[in-house]
């Protein structure tokens, strides 16, 4: 007996032992990851690139009106920086580093046009600094009809340094815009917000600015988050199960409210707000084929606190749907007034199409019940083929411009062997004039563009350009991918076509990596928003943003991409794979 | 091992008590009255969990006197409780099994012990016929410290069927829905000095069902639209054999089986496809020699060899996908007892490969496991402690377990477990491209660590068991979002699953049997990034149940089934989701001709409410079916047998 319970004691010391070893070398603890460049800053994940409370480590805080930017050499830690302010005519900044602290040079009473002791004035007591002509400051005795925020000369609408009151900052990545329900002088929104799909969703801020545009720190945006909307001070976020609602003013979730759709892969937003009688958001959900109707109040708004901190929502509600069918896929649409022109992509591959490879017009007098008022076909198009044999073609988007609506047609073909699509030629822009019935056919289509395949494959996406008022063409081009690793390899010919009035080409722009290669995913042309004369340009390769400024005569000119000057695109996404989906502009 | 030690100890007693009463004589003879002495049940087999796993939770499953009722391998397993089956709809149709909120790449599926699962890989349960199968034996809980990598959240050990318990000769043929039929016929006895069976099957449907396609449902006052169920067909056909001898004091076993299938792959709701295309073959032998010593050792030897292919074909693989594995061992297994200890040590030493256009990967597969069954307090507590070794290609792993079993007066007992559990990256994950999932080579393999505990009844008329379980599992493999089109496999997460079980079976009197099961099950992400983790995981759902009575003579049953889960989510942050549904199930067999041959007719009518459901990928399900049955059989099974006793008076 004695031995049986020696012998007992000794196995389950032994079996202690293994299981003790076992446990406190093995088991995992329960831990929030951090992944896609960022870093756990108090159980947050934060963008140590391009967090200015945690700029290059964890708690970092950048000096008022200063901002985060991301180092040149791609890697993950950012450094605060002056922002780089209005160039002056004789090629200086408007915003300096005077004594430490940044400086506006053009309002700051204590260095007025210039840091103090360096060119600049400390006004007398009883002076404002304001600007002057030049763009520079200047010490004055009254601010007339701009505001006086201690010594300084502001417009509280426009100002992102005391915007809509004085010492009010916009945080990074959002400017000052004049209040869209009139309620303040001026409230921080971003200029145009990026969705970007990663492992995770995010949607992040862009500050646009003739000189250095800056994106901000992202926040969480559903999964995989593909289309956004704009509906009062409440952004839309289209993404996987319910449409997402975040407050423009910064990106705080809405909650608890979140309009019970159930999109499986959301591709579009409309947001119709021309009837005093209410709002209406039309989300166009690609997998799941369907079109979803909601309707709200006319003037709604996402910044209404609840009792409980939160934050009340847009007031939307189910209002009715359109089911497209089986492998569809429908795309970004145009509006006519009370119809709209939806492209369907269609299944993949080719026979699994459906009832694709067309545009359909619905009625939508009626939101609540969609009607079908015709089809075009636009398999009967006349693409061309480099080699003379059949296209698989595919409408990707619709936009009304001038007065017709065109579609973008991408040009494809499956190659039998590898089961790949190529491109089988030139991607073609079809017009429809919406005053001619369609016939299921080609009935109503006016005209054919057909785009230089010379430097655009795969055309995507349209923008209206608005200094020329031609027209954007984004193409995403034909991309090599690893075939183990599925990294991008190369990307031949994708670009962003400027169009004039005429649809001819004037210019073309494409997306490159640094020269003397250095390692960089090449990028691929995405989605385009435009934003004061500039066009955002999204990477769906590695989550970037370029910005190209936009020329008098339909010039496409780098801003903000890689440059011989060491210059780096904007990365409001999380680096490594990520995919910019959506871009769109604050108004 | 420990069962048939128990077995022998009460059958001895029995078989004295009739040599007893065969020994009383009297000067005039007596006759007595027939007795029926049913012949013992074939001990069950050393991989089998209720020996290799004394104190595991394992469950059951008797598919004899169901065939004509449960229409799938996946069908039948979903009646275990901690499992969830999904199924890609219609027959034929693909089928895998989670246990305990495992990935269903986290259940290791034997045949006969024979592992169906390439290392790595999911088992596609719906690739083994029913017509072959006499029950199926579910262990779940981590259980890599007996039978090695996959088995994380556990083992299905389907077992085929035997001589004893098939008769002579049988065949069934069956009909319904969806132009679907099925058929096998078959002969066990006295074969070559032995004993053997055969088992030839065949089965087709054209899985046309109608169904509601409602994108909007929930979402808008829309009408839905009814479809049909496009390229969802499947044939397959395939056979069994098996040969047993006694050579010279040792039980030699040969088995031999093979299946051919061929399958449209519909594909989901939304994009569906019209021509993807899979093509499977397997073809299993093993050969086992078996031999009781004197000295109450016994060793099982045992060489096992499986060849699969499996081609892809259509407009999703264009390019073709043809995969062909190959996978063979040899393990040895030997027990003995030494006083208080039922010692058992297994070793296997094997390879498998797989051939594919992306490349031909070969591993070799190695382990050693011991076990000690302990007996204490006069066998009234068992402690098995247990470990495991295993070599599969590059990756390593040690499993140990500890389990307890203690015996209750009135029936009752307890069991409590606790152990790890390993899978290592698959071939596909590693090394083999397929669309747009892509590989890594730097995958670990994922682990867990299990504990449970039940409480346990089998009494004359009825049996139960009620536990509770918690699982951590780590270093989960999952695929994430590659842009712009890909996906690629990583070790990003970790999660838990807990929850409780429980099943009873009750047979009050002849003509009435019941049995249910119900699992509540809770998962967490408890490693991952900020979208993901605290959230639920997809494709578990939280109640998962099922309920069955049966009544009436031999000659006529008539039933009634209810199985249905609850809500579960599809993506990991919670946002997407499928409606739970309830299905019920009714039946009636009717003994026809109840003689030498034995004739049954049957009826089963299935989903009986006409419920929409879907699968967890979100491919439709079939509405209310029909099938019929008509099953013969020529003389009685083994398990019917009986032995006349008569003495002169």
């Known amino acids: 007996m004695k031995d049986a319970k020696r012998g007992l004691l000794l196995t389950l010391a032994a079996v202690a032992l293994v299981f003790g070893l076992g446990l406190s070398g093995c088991l995992q603890t329960s831990a929030l990851e951090c992944m896609g460049g960022t870093t756990e800053c108090n159980v947050t994940c934060v963008y140590l690139s391009v967090d200015p409370f945690n700029c290059g480590g964890c708690g970092n805080a950048c000096q008022p009106r200063a901002i985060c930017v991301a180092p040149t050499d791609g890697g993950n830690l950012g450094a605060c920086e002056c922002p780089v302010g209005n160039p002056l005519p004789d090629g200086g900044q408007t915003i300096l580093l005077c004594d430490g602290a940044c400086s506006d040079i053009t309002t700051d009473p204590n260095n007025c046009g210039g840091c103090a002791g360096a060119g600049g004035t400390v006004c007398s007591s009883g002076q404002v600094c304001a600007p002057t002509d030049a763009g520079s400051g200047a010490c004055e005795t009254s601010c007339g009809t701009a505001t006086e925020c201690n010594g300084a000369c502001v417009t509280l609408s426009t100002d992102p340094n005391n915007c809509g009151a004085c010492g009010n900052i916009c945080p990074q990545g959002y400017d000052c815009h004049a209040t869209p329900n009139g309620t303040a002088p001026g409230t921080c929104l971003p200029d145009a917000v990026v969705a970007c799909i990663s492992n995770t969703g995010t949607v992040a801020p862009i500050f646009d600015s003739p000189v250095q545009p800056v994106a901000g720190p992202g926040v969480p945006g559903g999964t995989v988050p593909e289309a956004l909307g704009i509906l009062g001070d409440g952004l839309l976020v289209g993404a996987e199960g319910p449409l997402g609602e975040l407050a423009l003013e910064n990106l705080s979730l809405v909650s608890p409210e979140a309009p019970p759709i159930n999109a499986s892969g959301p591709t579009f937003i409309e947001v119709d707000t021309r009837s005093d009688a209410g709002s209406w958001v039309y989300v166009v959900d690609g997998t799941g084929n369907t079109l979803i109707v909601l309707t709200g109040p006319p003037s709604a708004s996402a910044q209404v606190l609840l009792p409980d901190g939160g934050l009340q929502g847009l007031g939307l509600v189910l209002d009715g749907g359109f089911i497209f069918g089986q492998n569809t896929d429908p795309q970004p649409y145009a509006r006519v007034n009370n119809e709209i022109f939806v492209p369907l992509y269609g299944g993949y591959p080719p026979n699994q199409m459906g009832n694709g490879g067309t545009v359909v017009r619905l009625d939508v007098t009626n939101p609540s019940v969609p009607v079908v008022v015709g089809t075009y076909d636009m398999k009967l198009a006349p693409l061309q083929t480099f080699d003379g044999g059949l296209s698989d073609p595919r409408p990707s988007q619709a936009l009304l411009h001038e007065g017709l609506v065109y579609v973008v047609l991408q040009n494809l073909v499956v190659d039998p062997d590898t089961g790949d699509y190529d491109s089988a030629g030139p991607s073609m822009l079809v017009k429809i004039d919406p005053t001619q019935p369609p016939d299921g056919g080609l009935g109503g289509v006016s005209q054919y563009v057909t785009l230089d395949a010379g430097v655009c494959l795969n055309a995507g996406a349209m923008a209206e350009n608005s200094v020329t008022g031609g027209l954007l063409v984004s193409c995403f081009g034909q991309a090599q991918f690893d075939p183990s690793t599925f990294a991008t390899l190369s990307v031949d010919r994708s670009a962003v076509l400027s169009l004039d009035v005429n649809d001819v080409l004037l210019a073309s722009w494409s997306p490159q990596c640094p020269a003397g290669g250095a390692a960089c995913t090449p990028p691929i042309a995405g989605p385009l928003a435009l934003v004061n004369g500039r066009v955002y340009v999204g990477d769906s390769s590695s989550g970037r943003v370029f910005v190209v400024s936009l020329g008098a005569i339909g010039q496409l000119t780098q801003l903000v991409g890689y440059g011989p000057d060491g210059g780096v695109p904007l990365q409001p996404c999380p680096t490594g794979i990520s995919d910019v989906s959506a871009i769109i502009t604050v108004p | ?649």
């Open chain 2, 1 to 649: 091992m420990a069962f048939w030690r128990w077995a022998r100890r009460g059958l001895g007693p029995a078989l004295g008590v009739v040599s007893l009463a065969w020994g009383q004589s009297s000067s005039e003879p007596v006759l007595l009255a027939p007795v029926n002495v049913p012949l013992p049940s074939a001990p069950p087999a050393p991989e089998s969990p209720t020996v290799r796993d004394p104190t595991g939770q394992t469950s059951v499953v008797d598919i004899s006197g169901r065939r004509a009722e449960v229409l799938s391998t996946g069908a039948l397993l979903s009646q275990v409780p901690g499992a969830v089956v999904d199924s890609s709809g219609g027959l034929g149709q693909s089928e895998s099994i989670s246990l305990r909120g495992a990935p269903n790449t986290g259940v290791l599926v034997l045949l006969d012990g024979i592992p169906l699962n390439g290392p790595g890989d999911i088992a596609d349960v719906s690739l083994i016929p029913l017509s072959i199968l006499g029950r199926a034996e579910v262990l779940r809980g981590s259980a890599s410290s007996r039978y090695g990598p996959l088995a994380t959240g556990g083992v299905v050990n389907l077992v085929t069927r035997t001589v004893g318990d098939a008769p002579p000769t049988f065949a069934d043929v069956s009909g319904g829905s969806f132009g679907s039929w099925r058929g096998s016929l078959g002969a066990a006895g006295p074969n070559l000095g032995g004993s053997g069976l055969f088992v030839l099957h065949a089965a087709h449907s054209d899985g046309d069902f109608t169904y509601l396609y409602e994108p909007l449902l929930g979402e808008a006052p829309s009408v839905g639209q009814e479809l049909r169920r496009m390229n969802n067909q499947s044939t397959s056909g395939g056979g069994l054999l098996k040969q047993g001898w006694d050579v010279s004091g040792w039980a030699v076993d040969a088995l031999l089986e093979g299946n051919l299938l061929s399958r449209g792959l519909a594909g989901t709701e939304d994009n569906p496809s019209s021509n993807d295309e899979q093509s499977t073959s397997r073809v299993l032998a093993s050969v086992r020699a078996q031999h009781s010593f004197s000295n109450g050792a016994a060793l099982s030897l045992r060489l096992d060899a499986r060849r699969t292919t499996d081609d892809l074909s259509g407009g999703d693989f264009a390019k073709g996908e043809n995969d062909r594995l190959w996978q063979s061992g040899a393990t040895a297994d030997l027990s003995i007892t030494l006083g208080a200890h039922a010692l058992d040590a297994t070793a296997t030493a094997g390879f498998a490969r797989v051939s594919s256009t992306a490349g031909s990967p070969t591993w070799a597969l190695t382990s050693l496991a011991l076990q000690d069954e302990w007996l204490l307090w006069q066998g009234q507590v068992s402690l098995v402690p247990a470990v495991r070794v295993d070599q599969t290609g590059p990756f390593a792993a040690v499993s140990p377990k500890l389990g307890v079993s203690l015996g209750l007066p009135l029936g009752f007992s307890v069991r409590a477990n606790a152990g790890y559990g390993f899978r290592p990256p698959s071939f596909s994950e590693l090394y083999l491209p397929s669309g747009t999932l892509g590989v890594n080579a730097n995958l670990q393999p994922e682990r867990s660590f299990s504990a449970d505990g039940a409480l346990l009844y089998a009494g004359r008329w009825a049996a139960l068991s009620a536990g509770g379980f918690w699982t951590r599992y780590q270093n989960l493999i999952i695929y994430e979002y590659f842009p712009p089109f890909f996906a690629k496999p990583q070790n990003v997460s970790a999660a838990d699953a807990w929850g409780m079980e429980s099943e009873v079976r009750v047979r009050p009197w002849p003509w009435l049997e019941a049995s249910g099961n119900y699992t509540l099950q809770w998962t967490e992400d408890v490693r991952d990034v900020a979208p993901y983790f605290g959230r639920e995981l997809p494709y578990r759902p939280r109640q998962i149940g099922s309920a069955r009575v049966q009544a009436g003579p031999d000659w006529l049953h008539a039933r009634v089934e209810v199985e249905g889960r609850s809500m579960v989510t599809v993506n990991r942050s919670g946002s997407l989701s499928l409606p739970g549904h309830v299905f019920v199930n009714t039946g009636l067999d009717v003994v026809v001709l109840n003689r030498t041959p034995r004739l049954t007719a049957s009826v089963q009518l299935n989903n009986i409410l006409n419920v929409q459901g879907q699968d967890l990928d979100g491919y439709p399900l079939p509405g209310r079916a029909v099938f019929a049955t008509l099953a013969l059989a020529l003389g009685e099974s083994g398990a019917n047998s009986v032995r006349e006793s008569e003495a002169p008076r």
